[in-house]
T-cell receptor, first 114, second 113 residues
Framework: DTEVTQTPKHLVMGMTNKKSLKCEQH?????MYWYKQKAKKPPELMFV???????INESVPSRFSPECPNSSLLNLHLHALQPEDSALYLC?????????????FGQGTRLTVV | GQQVMQIPQYQHVQEGEDFTTYCNSS?????IQWYKQRPGGHPVFLIQ?????EVKKQKRLTFQFGEAKKNSSLHITATQTTDVGTYFC?????????????FGKGTKLTVNP
């Protein structure tokens, strides 16, 4: 199984809502990532987890809250988002957080904030 | 900060023509990776180059990593409609956080049948 599975595929939420994005991988990878991708732009790193511990937070606003319950799961909790947060949210995993490791991306959650 | 430039931003070709995208980093990279993202899809890993001057081939795709490990190119011979998508280069800077993969802005390839 070389897949990274993300749910939901699409999400529309209001600015007062609370929602969560989920990501799962069963490749035994110990590094997991959240990226944000706006249209016609490259993926932009948000968070890195290594061995279930938060390793990097790229100065992401607190309305985005990551969680890594175990080595296979990664969540992104959303609260009080703004319309400009609408984007494709990609989860990725790699064997480790080090260099020379390829990243496997999930299909993404296309988020619209209304 | 670390920047990875990629040109051209867009490329439109006739099917059968060749295509090349170039990637240039402001600092030395420990590796360069290439990803392809189809329209409406997610980035898919193509290849990784690690050694200075390395060249790798995958069927019609040829990847190069520069001698100084600051630039790279992807060349597609005789493009097909299945090659359509955005090609991103990405690299880990030699200095600084090793886990941060820095992406180029991508080259969007369209192929006219």
């Amino acid at each position: 199984d070389t897949e990274v599975t993300q749910t939901p595929k699409h999400l529309v939420m209001g600015m007062t809502n609370k929602k969560s994005l989920k990501c799962e991988q069963h490749m035994g990878h110990r590094a997991m990532y959240w990226y944000k991708q706006k249209a016609k732009k490259p993926p932009e790193l948000m968070f890195v987890y290594s061995y279930e511990k938060l390793s990097i937070n790229e100065s992401v606003p607190s309305r985005f809250s990551p969680e890594c319950p175990n080595s296979s799961l990664l969540n992104l909790h959303l609260h009080a988002l703004q319309p400009e947060d609408s984007a494709l949210y990609l989860c990725a995993s790699s064997q480790s957080k080090g260099r020379n490791t390829e990243a496997f991306f999930g299909q993404g959650t296309r988020l619209t904030v209304v | 900060g670390q920047q990875v430039m990629q040109i051209p931003q867009y490329q439109h070709v006739q099917e059968g023509e060749d295509f090349t995208t170039y990637c240039n980093s402001s600092t030395t990279l420990s590796n360069i990776q290439w990803y392809k993202q189809r329209p409406g899809g997610h980035p898919v890993f193509l290849i990784q180059l690690v050694k200075s001057g390395e060249v790798k081939k995958q069927k019609r795709l040829t990847f190069q990593f520069g001698e100084a490990k600051k630039n790279s190119s992807l060349h597609i011979t005789a493009t097909q409609t299945t090659d359509v998508g955005t090609y991103f280069c990405a690299g880990h800077p030699t200095q600084g956080g090793s886990e941060k993969l820095v992406f180029g802005k991508g080259t969007k390839l369209t192929v006219n049948p």
